[in-house]
């Protein structure tokens, strides 16, 4: 391994077509990987390799690849100064159906590159992209794509950087011309121009002075940049107010370094990747103020044995950690576990512990990932990614560690799926197969959740819209020759509870022998707020108040999973339960007839009998909508949200469109699209996301209830 100073883990997202997969294929031309560039419209994308990627052009699986890059360069060119820098780069999809590829990416990079269009600035997938980066911390650059597009405007989607996404977006460039005649930009700290030579496809560049009609304005954005980053550095601050002029290129760049790593502003920059033009400073700003390994926070992980924390620091000779983020089945080399290795060392054909099977497992091979190829390495240090064969059990989230220091990382948070489809194999020979396939694409995605209809048969697929499970079936036939016959997609409605009771249940069982016994008193409802906000993606808050021994300890846990396991149906439709508490404080035992089984069926008794107490309500996945329109057919489509029980929650003009923000239940918004074509004479666009679970008016609960009992009427 090289100097882990000079190791850049990056991963290139944004709201959908913003222009991700073109950035890192012009990323991966200038670094010499590919040579030639393949465009996501031609299918030639090298990070787009999956079939159904090449002929919809859309990203749906996130892609590794890695690379190097030489800097500094000087023009274009290497000098004595210049490093090799290492790259691990993951191009991420856009469609938020695909959301949980950009949250596992986030939890194993050091940094991020957000691309927003100049023309759609801040659109609905970058707020939720901006808000996984937050969530695990994540240094980012801003940069603006399509500034040859017209109505792009570099500093109106700087502003609502600031606005909408609640950063400090700091300009480190402006644009030279915009639309049609964008050909370069102003480096505000050197003060210098860049143009871009067309002829050798942006590959080389000149440097000119500041044109003389943006003199005034590179002054003002200068002095921004250096109020903005002066505070990272006393003697910069010194400088600024005394004589701004003294202040180095060199003390520039360190402190918008610090600031970036501290997640204080978010240094933004411009160009156009599809005319090729931008890219290369951009990886020049990744060297410069993207962290390395080294500079982030050390790992820190808990101790299963005692308890506590302990810290892995980003080096090869302390003891191997890391994090499996993502699981790919492979035609040729079977199942692959892409994995963040945060410390140590690991050879080809050595054991690693598994803490969540408690398994060693053997690693036969491991590989650095181009897109879908693999290139063998003999082994993997601290700060590297990569992707190992030979497990035997492996899940998104698990984590891998030396036999001799057991620690467990923090996993990452996976989104519930919001919507379901019914599925049924077409002929005999399919039932076997697809039991493979569900059980292998369950393995890939965490998003997507199997559970068999009780009442019907049928296998239910869960997944994060209409899109993603569209995919899944998709890939069943493709990749695993399953045919399938589907039903219409359901709302993956949820149940919870409004108020706590207190409630006693007793199991007494005598039937010759041994008997059952078990007594538990507890209190019931919904779980404290505090307490969800402190577990985040946790749903059960079990507190055990039992004093005296009235319940020995060793029935504790039969009692937590036998209320954890009826959280899977609830007692108004047998949907999911969310959001419950359970403190059991009070009951007895059978020093004969009592045993974790009894204590598990009266725990699973209790719920039934507690949920009916505790007015169950029905919950509706809400989506967080957005439309674009043009002024003409604003009227028409704010009635029709209006009548799908849409909630407006405001207005905004974009680029002589209007921008129409909503809350619409999920159960509302199929078929939307097709709706809005026809209302708009097919001008008008639309996204559209989770945002929460909201309890469903009283009439639209009783036809869900009555729908779901008149199916299991009609099954038996």
Known sequence: MADLRLQRNFGIAAHIDAGKTTTTERILRYTGMIHKIGEVHDGGATTDWMEQEKERGITITSAAVSCQWQFPTVMGKADANTKKYYFNIIDTPGHVDFTVEVERSMRVLDGLIALFSAVDGVEPQSETVWRQANRYKVPRIGFVNKMDRSGADFLNVVKQVKEMLGAKAVPLQLPIGAEDDFKGVVDLITMKGVIWDMATEGMTFQNIPVPADMQEEAEFWRAQLIEAVAEYDDKLMEKFFEDPNTISEDEVHEAIRKATIDLSIVPMMCGSSFKNKGVQTALDAVCRYLPSPVDI??????????????????????????????????????????????????????????????????????????????????????????????????????????????????????????????????????????????????EEDPTLRV????????????????????????????????????????????????????????????????????????????????????????????????????????????????????????????????????????????????????????????????????????????????????????????????????????????????VIKAKVPLSEMFGYVTQLRSLSSGRATSTMEFSHYSPAPNNIAEEVIAKVKGKAKVED
Not at 499 to 521: M, T
Request: glycine share 8%; hydrophobic share 40%; proline share 5%.
């Open 297 to 442: 926070e050390d790992t820190v992980g808990i101790n299963p044995e005692t308890g506590a924390e302990e810290v892995r620091k980003a080096d090869p000779k302390a003891p191997f950690a890391a994090l499996a983020f993502k699981i790919m089945t492979d035609p040729f080399v079977g199942r692959l576990a892409f994995f963040r290795c945060y410390s140590g060392h690991l050879d080809a054909g050595s054991y690693v512990k598994n803490m969540r099977s408690g398994k060693n497992e053997r690693i036969s091979r491991i590989m650095k990932m181009f897109a879908n190829k693999q290139n063998p390495i003999d082994f993997i240090e601290a700060g590297d990614i990569g992707a190992a064969v030979g497990f035997k059990e492996i899940k998104t989230g698990d984590t891998l560690c030396d036999e001799n220091h057991p620690i467990v990382l923090e996993n990452m948070f996976i989104p519930e799926p919001v919507i379901a489809i019914a599925i049924e194999p077409k002929t005999q020979a399919d039932v076997d197969k697809m039991g493979m396939a569900i059980a292998k694409l369950v």
């Open 451 to 658: 559970n068999t209809d009780e009442d019907t048969g049928q296998t239910i697929l869960r997944g994060m819209g209409e899109l993603h499970l569209e995919i899944i079936i998709d890939r069943m036939r493709r990749e695993f020759k399953v045919e399938v016959n589907q039903g219409a997609p359901q709302v993956a409605y949820k149940e919870a509870f409004r108020k706590s009771v207190e409630h006693r249940e007793v199991l007494k069982k005598q039937s010759g022998g041994r008997g059952k016994f078990a007594d538990i008193i507890f209190e019931f409802g919904p779980a404290d707020e505090e307490w969800l906000k402190a577990n985040e993606g946790q749903q059960f808050q079990f507190v055990n108040d039992i004093f005296g021994g009235s319940i020995p300890r060793e029935f504790v846990p039969a009692i937590q999973k036998g209320f954890q396991t009826s959280m899977t149906s609830g007692v108004l439709a047998n949907f999911p339960v969310e959001n419950m508490k359970v403190r059991v404080f009070d009951g007895s035992f059978h020093a004969v007839d009592s045993d974790s089984m009894s204590f598990e069926l009266c725990a699973k008794a209790g719920f039934r009998e507690a949920a009916r107490k505790a007015s169950p309500v029905l919950l509706e996945p809400i989506m967080k909508v957005e439309v674009i329109t043009p002024d003409q057919y604003m009227g028409d489509v704010t009635g029709d949200l209006n009548r799908r029980r849409g909630m407006l929650e405001g207005m905004d003009s974009r680029n002589n469109a209007q």
